[in-house]
């Protein structure tokens, strides 16, 4: 999935950045808010996580300015103000959640999984396609009983394609959740990354009916 963080301390973006794609999310930062604005109102986020003390334009005023745009991807609000009035006021401007720095990168993570559970994903504790399992928390995939061992980017790839299991989704939709916006739109990035996927997934269970197929001219879908 893919995440946008807006905040001007760059040494602690870069960290979460960082700390983030460990954890197979597609991430882009920006440093001000004017700059996370143009972001978040072009790209395809899965999930915005935003300080409230920005430069040219504040967390709180590019929140709402978001919300009147009708841009509903969930927000995580990072602040320094740990008052009652500052939760009411980040939470009344149109974030989903408050998170209070200091701030643990395990406390992060749960978080954005609950607003990701709330939002365009249905909350679900182990997806299943076939003989196939994804466990979102523990990131374990198995078929027919054997883990699958992924890199971080095919484990995204595949949770993407799993939370939207017998749908065809294109190759522009996958590149919009599952890598950031330094990658060159024009490379076969996604179709590598798919065949990496059917040897794990399927060409190494040939004994099972494969599950990730390429639909001519559209895109892929895994499952029937």
């Known amino acids: 999935m893919r995440v946008l963080i807006v905040e001007d301390e760059e040494k602690l973006a870069k960290s979460l950045k960082k700390a983030l794609e460990a954890e197979s999310y597609a991430v882009d ?3 001000d808010g004017e700059e996370g604005y143009n972001a978040a109102s072009i790209e395809n986020y899965d ?5 409230i003390g920005l430069p040219k334009i504040d967390g709180l005023a590019l929140t709402r300015k978001l919300r009147q745009e009708k841009i509903k991807t969930p927000i995580l609000m990072l602040t320094a103000r ?6 009411i006021t980040g939470l ?18 749960a978080r954005m999984g609950s607003l990701l559970r709330r939002g365009s994903f249905e909350p679900q504790l182990t997806y299943v396609v076939g003989s196939l399992s994804l466990d979102p928390r523990s990131h374990i995939v198995k078929r ?4 699958i061992d992924l890199s971080a980017k095919e484990y995204a790839l ?9 749908q065809i989704v294109s190759k522009t939709q996958i590149m919009d959740h599952v890598w950031n916006m330094d990658t ?3 490379s076969n990035v996604v179709d590598v990354y798919i065949g990496y996927l059917r040897n794990k997934i399927d060409k190494a269970f040939s004994e099972e009916e494969p599950l ?3 639909v001519k001219g559209l895109g892929y879908r895994l499952g029937k």
Do not use: H, Q, W
């Open 29 to 31: 930062i920006c440093f």
């Open 212 to 214: 990730l197929y390429t």
């Open 184 to 186: 060159d739109p024009f």
């Open 82 to 87: 740990d008052t009652l009035n500052d939760k």
């Open 92 to 109: 009344n401007s149109g974030a989903d959640d408050y998170l209070v720095k200091p701030f643990s990168f395990e406390e992060m993570l």
């Open 144 to 147: 027919a009983k054997k883990i």
């Open 47 to 51: 999930l915005i996580i935003l300080d």
């Open 158 to 166: 595949l949770e993407f394609l799993i939370r939207n299991k017998g």
